[in-house]
């Protein structure tokens, strides 16, 4: 679906149901130069469980109106104002790599409508080396066959997918190549730039998840040791078999970790009590 | 559970990855090991010691049959090889039935008799006789029951004490029969030998063979054998085997009942002169066969009047049977042992055990009866 | 694994998971129609599209999945999908995102069962098309009209060998929002990646040089994963809500998969043209040794064009490599490892020193198939278009002396040696 927020249009999937903002919701957010479509099987299963969900593109990024957010602060924002702007009360947020930083930020300044947050794959923080910011901007298929490259674990290397016949990494390159060098450049910089993750999680009330990939070589793992140190009692999982673009390398285990920790959090059958 | 759903479900899992409802064909030569450590941690190392596919045809033939556990082979005769090496050796002695199989009797009297095997052929109809062959060296009697062409039938249970007593294995080709009608190794055999090119996969699609054992200690002993020497079954021909046997026991059942019709046809024919079914009460051994097995087969033989010219001229002729070799499958099949599947045969030899020149033999498939008593009825019109 | 993998290394191990089960060491042939669910949940999520999986082999198969990722990987696209042969693959790709009252826009040069299906079968459910001359590129251009869904052609066509200008075509398919299909068949991966020059869809009869051992027939289609489909109102079958899965908008939710997904979801289901899983298999020890066989292949070709253009007996030698042809040029650009191992030659003597030439050859074998491992040969003035007459044999591109030859694996030296026979027979017919 299409809405606006501050007079551009936000594109989002609503996993094949049409948005209630009277039902709990899912927020999906997507990494670094990457699109909803990291979502699409996650999102259907929640949509089809009695929630309604929302997976937005940002700012600048695939279907959605740029130009592409500066900092993850204003992300944050931005997600706030769309969540607003839905009418949304009841909130679980799931985040993937750069939407985590996102996650922190928005769950720490607006709890108001938060039931929970899923941080995968990322840390407090998110250095990004100085040459894969150069590379978006001057080569950015150089800067995609880096990230990917090092992103995903065997499984994408080897080209499977989670739909038999489909290959992630060959999918994950054809949105990539959407959003360079623009998106992919802005994201990475503010990635680099964000200094505010140990506060934010401390500030953090609702209940959180964290899902650790065992080979991922993209969240420096300090960074993800002191997430789990700085959070309110999350729930770890370390899925060791697993790549950093875990949504796409271990589709079946995260939904069933993402399913237990929601329905438990942000119950979908309270609407129909 | 009954032998219907055994034969459907025993030793067959639903795939844990994908949940495919049928046993993947694991047509691979080798199988990665986690780590040194772990080596074998799997179950599977290199496919001719082992075969995932292979393991699921040989733990349903160790249900079916009540044993201990299988092994399966690229053909029947590989099987028998196996069991032969197994237990015999240099120097020692094996009890055969007089009447078995061509190509048992060839392997006997022309392979391992060039390695110091001794052999004896005896009427394993007559348990005396058996008795009788017993030497200190024997260490194997392998009956085959019934016999290849001849359809004699001989005692499991009282050879089996005969074997226990001399220290000997007592194997029985159970080709015939399968285990949906006949159970040795519940009989006292040590071994029941298949081969699965017939009944088990039932539809002239593949060769194989199995030998299932009553103890551990001699199935390791043929699976020794089996890899040694290299005569797995490929995973190709287990999976297809998997297909046929499920429908055994209704093709067993099925084709049987048309194989009595055609034996009393046969009988009551003006032109036959001799049937040998053990279905019959003219058969000699029917109540051992009453006894120990619960149906009879398919399989039977009969001669014409008129001998070899009479016979030879009924199979070239028939209709709707094929003169082919092998048995056991869905086509009715019709054979001339003499110069088939029993020519290696020296004359004298079968003469003595009654394969007469005039045997022409019937493999009964699952065409309709009349169908297959009409053609026979036409084709004796004939000669 | 830190880089993306090369192409050898993808065509021995992409798409496959090692058997987590048993570690074998080569992928199962699941040669099975269903798959157990573990629970209903499960069962109804595989069903409603929110999770992948087996349910029924018409669909999906795991066998059939790696090769489908094996050849999305070798083509750099986002997924493929294998169909029982080439030719069902170009209907289900087709008829995906094409309906009544859509327009293609085709080369004229192509494979006969392609010519055939758009000339004769699709217009009898309302898709019509112009055929356009390969070597003419604006000329796909001109034909775009308001109902234009899609431009069709052979990288290297049949049966001149005429070599398409694919960038440009594809930068007209792209100025009109109109998806590039290309038949890949003729040149493979190896020789081409077509996406990489702005190819949308690739097609594949599996059964010629990827498979290359004539033992299976199959096909593929490889979703480029670089149309926007909705960037206009044309391609409702990907962008519009598909009712059979509770209005799912493939679009959305599959992104850059959301073709190869609509294949799926309908012609796999509806139609049915699914590849068997042991043919799988064969297709998969196949592309193995893609690379090692396509070398192969060219080295074989360079040395026949050789030994052909010195040859008394031949007239005429025609390969995209040799100076003389028209798509030299392209092929040099398009082609840079070989132009394919498809030659065409004259025997001097015409119709009937053609067919004496291939009645008296021994070791290539007289058939109508291409990219097997044998040396393959065929004169198509006496065989396939042997009740048509010198006009109409000339308007399809065929002179009445000529040869069509796939260049097998075999030592050349045995080729020539064969070739002597039959140019010996055809000059005494000549004269």
């Keep these: 679906m299409e809405f606006e927020v501050g007079g551009k249009s936000v594109f989002a999937t609503t996993g094949g149901k049409p948005f209630d903002a009277n039902k709990p919701v899912v927020v999906f957010l997507h990494g670094s130069g990457f699109d909803h479509t990291i979502w699409g099987l996650h999102s259907r299963f929640f949509a089809f469980r009695g929630y309604s969900v929302l997976v937005p593109d940002l700012p600048g990024h695939t279907h959605s109106e740029g130009p592409p957010l500066e900092s993850i602060e204003a992300m944050a924002d931005w997600l706030n104002d769309c969540i607003e702007a839905l009418g949304a009360k009841d909130v679980s947020v799931v985040a993937h790599s750069q939407g985590c930083l996102v996650a922190l930020e928005y769950a720490s300044r607006f709890p108001k409508a938060l039931r929970s947050v899923s941080f995968i794959t990322s840390g407090l923080a998110t250095p990004v080396n100085p040459a894969l910011i150069e590379a978006a901007e001057q080569d950015p298929e150089a800067a995609i066959a880096m990230m990917l490259g090092w992103g995903f674990g065997p499984a994408g290397h080897l080209h499977q997918g989670p739909i038999p016949g489909n290959s992630m990494v060959g999918g994950g390159r054809k949105v990539m190549r959407g959003n360079t060098p623009a998106a992919l450049a802005t994201d990475l910089k503010a990635c680099d730039a964000y200094r505010n993750g140990r506060k934010a999680a401390q500030a953090i009330t609702a209940p959180t998840q964290v899902l650790i990939a065992g080979k991922d070589r993209m969240a420096p793992a300090k960074a993800t040791a002191e997430l789990v140190e700085h959070l309110r009692e999350p729930e770890v999982t370390v899925i060791a078999e697993s790549g950093h673009i875990l949504p796409q390398e271990a589709p079946d285990r995260c939904r069933m970790l993402l399913r237990d920790f929601i329905f438990r959090h942000n119950p979908a059958t309270k609407i129909a009590a | 559970m009954g032998f219907r759903t055994r034969q459907i479900h025993a030793g067959v899992t639903p795939d844990p990855v994908t949940g495919a409802i049928l046993t993947p064909i694991y047509q691979s030569t080798t199988y990665v090991q986690p780590s040194v450590d772990e080596y074998l941690s799997k179950g599977f190392t290199y496919a001719r010691s082992g075969n995932p596919t292979v393991k699921v045809l040989e733990d349903k033939l160790t249900d079916l049959e009540g044993g201990a556990a299988t092994a399966c082979f690229g053909t029947g005769m590989s099987a028998i090889l196996a069991a032969m090496l197994a237990f015999l050796s240099a120097g020692r002695h094996a009890i055969i039935s007089d009447v078995a199989y061509g190509g048992t009797y060839r392997l006997s009297t022309k392979i391992l008799s060039r390695f110091g095997v001794e052999y004896t052929f005896a009427d394993t109809s007559n348990p005396d006789a058996v008795a009788a062959a017993v030497r200190d060296n024997t260490t194997m009697i392998l009956t085959e029951t019934p016999a290849n062409p001849t359809m004699k039938c001989s005692d499991i249970a009282a050879i089996s004490e005969i074997a226990k007593k001399a220290g000997a294995v007592h194997a029985v080709d159970n080709t015939f029969l399968t285990p949906y009608y006949q159970r040795p190794l519940e009989l006292g055999a040590d071994l029941s030998i298949h081969s699965t090119t017939k009944y088990m996969d039932g539809h002239n699609a593949t060769v194989g063979g199995a030998v299932v054992s009553r103890t551990d200690e001699h199935a390791e002993a043929v699976r020794f054998i089996m890899n040694s020497t290299g005569t797995i079954m490929s995973p190709q021909v287990a999976w297809l085997t998997l297909q046929g046997i499920k429908t055994l026991s209704i093709r067993m059942d099925a084709q049987s009942a048309s194989a009595l019709a055609i034996a009393q046809f046969l009988e009551a024919h003006p032109k036959v002169e001799q049937v040998r079914y053990p279905g019959l009460e003219s058969h000699p051994q029917h109540g051992i066969s009453k006894r120990q097995a619960s149906g009879f087969g398919a399989m039977l033989w009969f001669e014409v009047k008129g001998g070899v010219a009479a016979g030879k001229k009924l199979m070239d002729t028939i209709d709707v049977w094929t003169l082919a070799e092998n048995l056991g499958s869905v086509e009715s099949l019709v054979t001339h042992p003499v110069t088939m599947t029993h020519a290696d045969v020296e004359p004298e030899e079968r003469a003595r055990v009654g394969i007469i020149d005039g045997l022409v033999r019937l493999s009964v498939g699952l065409e309709d009866t009349d169908d297959l008593v009409d053609a026979l009825e036409r084709a004796l019109a004939r000669v | ?431």
Excluded at chain 3, 267 to 276: E, K, P, T
Aim: aromatic share 8%; glycine share 10%.
């Design chain 3, 1 to 431: 694994m830190s880089r993306f993998l090369n192409f050898d290394t993808l065509s021995l191990h992409a798409g496959q998971t090692l058997d987590p089960v048993y570690g074998a060491r080569a992928a199962p042939i699941y040669q099975t129609t269903s798959y157990v669910f573990p629970d209903t949940d499960t069962a109804s999520s595989i069903f409603n599209l929110e999770r992948g999986g087996h349910a029924y082999s018409r669909i999906t198969n795991p066998t059939v999945g790696v090769l489908e990722q094996r050849v999305a990987a070798l083509e750099g696209g986002s997924a493929a999908v294998c169909t029982a042969s080439g030719m069902a693959a170009t209907y289900c790709a087709i008829t995906a995102i094409l309906s009544q009252g859509d327009h293609i826009v085709a080369s004229s040069q192509m494979y006969g069962g392609n010519i055939s299906l758009m000339k004769n079968t699709l217009p009898r459910f309302g898709i019509t098309t112009t055929f356009v001359d390969p070597t003419d590129t604006q000329a796909f251009e001109k034909a775009i009209g308001a109902n234009t869904r899609l431009i069709y052609g052979e990288l290297i066509g049949n049966p001149g060998l005429d070599i398409l200008d694919l960038e440009a075509i594809a930068a007209i398919g792209a100025k009109h929002h109109v998806p590039v299909m290309i038949d890949a068949t003729f040149n493979t991966p190896y020789l081409c990646r077509t996406l990489d020059y702005g190819a949308n869809i690739v097609i594949h009869s599996l059964t010629k040089w990827m498979g290359g051992h004539g033992a299976a027939i199959g096909g593929a289609v490889v979703d480029g994963g670089n149309v926007d489909w909705g960037a206009t109102g044309k391609y409702p079958t990907i962008t519009e809500p598909y009712a059979p899965f509770q209005g799912i908008n493939l679009w959305e939710e599959f992104g850059p998969a959301a073709f190869a997904t609509r294949i799926r979801a309908e012609a796999m289901r509806d139609i049915g043209a699914s590849l068997s899983p042991v043919n799988a298999f064969l297709l998969l020890q196949g592309i193995e040794t893609l690379s090692l066989r396509m070398d192969r292949h060219m080295a074989n070709t360079q040395a026949l064009l050789e030994y052909l253009e010195g040859h008394a007996q031949v007239a005429w030698v025609s390969h995209p490599s040799l100076p003389a042809h028209s798509s030299y040029e392209l092929a040099k650009k398009y082609l840079p490892k070989g132009a394919g191992s498809i030659v065409s030659f004259g025997v001097k003597g015409g119709r009937d020193a053609g067919r004496a030439f291939i009645e008296n050859v021994e070791l290539a074998s007289h058939l109508a198939n291409v990219g097997d491992a044998k040396t393959l040969i065929i004169h198509p003035a006496t065989t396939t278009h042997s009740r048509i007459d010198a006009d109409a044999l000339k308007a399809a591109g065929i002179t009445e002396d000529m040869i069509r030859l796939s260049v097998g694996l075999e030592d050349v030296e045995d080729i020539k040696a064969d070739f002597e026979q039959g140019f010996r027979a055809a000059k005494k017919v000549a004269g």
